[in-house]
């Protein structure tokens, strides 16, 4: 069973910095696209950002655009997001998924995504 473990959310005022982190359990991590979703109270999962197998290629929600990194570290099997200048409207429960397909293909929609983590509180006061 493929396992994701994200850390790094808190608490941080508008204009701060988180990093969040997801360790993946799965051997062959570097063959797979790998995602960041956020969820605020009564709203849908929306998609931040991902990252193909390789790193080769990146995407990002416009909301975030600018401001957040995604990356990923495929010898330690970990995916990150920093983010920068953060906003109060950024205020979710953020998640790290896996797209755990053959033909590594990378998504922007939360079903694209085989594998999930529990997710990282993150909160921005104003």
């Known amino acids: 069973q493929v396992q994701l473990v994200e850390s790094g959310g808190g608490l941080v005022q508008a204009g701060g910095s988180l990093r969040l982190s997801c360790a993946v359990s799965e051997r062959t991590f570097s063959t797979y696209a790998m995602g960041w979703f956020r969820q605020a109270p009564g709203k849908e999962r929306d998609f931040v950002a991902a990252?193909?197998?390789?790193?080769?290629?990146?995407y990002y929600a416009d909301s975030v655009k600018g401001r957040f990194t995604i990356s990923r570290d495929n010898a330690k099997n970990t995916v990150y997001l920093q983010m920068n200048s953060l906003k109060p409207e950024d205020t979710a429960v953020y998640y790290c998924a896996l797209a755990y397909h053959s033909d590594r293909r990378v998504g922007t929609h939360y079903s694209d995504y085989n594998y999930w983590g529990q997710g990282t509180q993150v909160t921005v006061s104003s």
């Open positions: 990252i193909t197998w390789n790193g080769g290629d990146t």
